[in-house]
């Protein structure tokens, strides 16, 4: 199943929706690294919180999706990671690193915009 | 359902269905949503690991009744390649395959029982057990 995604202002949104394959996911990080610069984009926000299960490829993916688009130039924030799944994302070990994560949309948004405050 | 839920492993959409259905069986079992999501997380990592070293195999899922309480067992197996050293496997940060290298300690961290069976060239079958809290 794609992954919708949205241009909103300077950012682009992908909701996920649904359990995600691993296919899926790499279509995703291929279509925002790619809509990323057609778009002009200063961030992206990936909401991830109808996603149950975040396991070592899914959060590898997300994590490489995020350094690949700093590289273009823009931001990434992870958003709605659910309580449940961040004890289960502990528990086996895995980290997003330095990927910025927000609590929902609302302040992945805030996140963004205030970060390109203190640029400008 | 005491009946074994057999979910054959060969491709990625197989690693979805393979935790929805252990996400079911544990919500049918009265698992807290915190636990069927280490079940399932569990079950993922696993279902991976077949389709990254073995390329094909099973996950059979079942109820298990423990002296007091209910639990769920879950079995991965496949005829692959098994594992050459199990000891190193089940240290943190190891991988043959260049992935994350934590599938088998990240996994033993989930659950109450871990066991694992491998022989060089004759495949593995792990063994997980989750107890109802």
Same mark, same amino acid.
């Not at chain 1, 919708?4 to 279509?31: M, S, V, Y």
């Not at chain 2, 022989?119 to 063994?127: A, I, P, S, Y």
């Given at each position: 199943?794609?992954?919708?995604?949205?241009?909103?202002? !300077?950012?682009?949104?992908?909701?996920?929706?649904?359990?995600?394959? !691993?296919?899926?996911?790499? #279509?995703?990080?291929?279509?925002?690294?790619?809509? /990323? /610069?057609?778009?002009?984009?200063?961030? /992206?926000?990936?909401?991830?919180?109808?996603?149950?299960?975040?396991?070592?490829?899914?959060?590898?993916?997300?994590?490489?999706?995020?350094?690949?688009?700093?590289?273009?130039?823009?931001?990434?924030?992870?958003?709605?990671?659910?309580?449940?799944?961040?004890?289960?994302? /502990? #528990?086996?070990?895995?980290?997003?690193?330095?990927?910025?994560?927000?609590?929902?949309?609302?302040?992945?948004?805030?996140?963004?915009?205030?970060?390109?405050?203190?640029?400008? | 359902?005491?009946?074994?839920?057999?979910?054959?492993?060969?491709?990625?959409?197989?690693?979805?269905?393979?935790?929805?259905?252990?996400? @079911?069986?544990?919500?049918?079992?009265?698992?807290?949503?915190?636990?069927?999501?280490?079940?399932?997380?569990?079950?993922?990592?696993? @279902?991976?690991?077949?389709?990254?070293? @073995?390329?094909?195999?099973?996950?059979?899922?079942?109820?298990?009744?423990?002296?007091?309480?209910?639990?769920?067992?879950?079995?991965?197996?496949?005829?692959?390649?098994?594992? @050459?050293?199990?000891?190193?496997?089940?240290?943190?940060?190891?991988?043959?395959?260049?992935?994350?290298?934590?599938?088998?300690?990240?996994?033993?961290?989930?659950?109450?029982?871990?066991?694992?069976?491998?022989?060089?060239?004759?495949?593995?079958?792990?063994?997980?057990?989750?107890?109802?809290?």
């Amino acid at each position: 199943m794609e992954v919708p995604i949205l241009k909103q202002g !300077d950012f682009l949104i992908a909701t996920i929706q649904a359990a995600l394959t !691993d296919a899926d996911l790499l #279509q995703l990080r291929t279509a925002l690294v790619q809509q /990323v /610069v057609r778009a002009r984009s200063k961030g /992206v926000i990936v909401d991830v919180t109808s996603l149950d299960v975040m396991d070592s490829f899914a959060s590898r993916t997300l994590r490489d999706l995020a350094h690949m688009i700093r590289l273009r130039g823009a931001e990434t924030v992870i958003v709605g990671i659910q309580p449940e799944v961040a004890f289960a994302m /502990v #528990q086996l070990g895995l980290r997003l690193e330095d990927v910025a994560t927000a609590l929902d949309l609302e302040e992945g948004v805030a996140y963004l915009n205030q970060k390109f405050k203190s640029i400008r | 359902m005491d009946d074994e839920i057999r979910v054959p492993i060969g491709s990625d959409q197989d690693i979805v269905a393979a935790r929805h259905k252990g996400r @079911a069986l544990a919500a049918e079992l009265g698992f807290s949503s915190g636990d069927a999501t280490l079940i399932a997380t569990a079950i993922s990592e696993l @279902a991976r690991n077949i389709l990254t070293y @073995a390329k094909t195999g099973e996950i059979r899922l079942k109820m298990i009744h423990g002296s007091i309480r209910k639990g769920i067992q879950v079995v991965a197996q496949d005829q692959g390649p098994g594992i @050459a050293n199990i000891e190193q496997a089940l240290r943190d940060g190891f991988s043959t395959s260049g992935s994350l290298g934590l599938g088998l300690p990240g996994v033993m961290r989930l659950v109450d029982e871990f066991q694992v069976d491998s022989q060089n060239r004759q495949g593995t079958t792990v063994t997980i057990k989750k107890w109802k809290a």
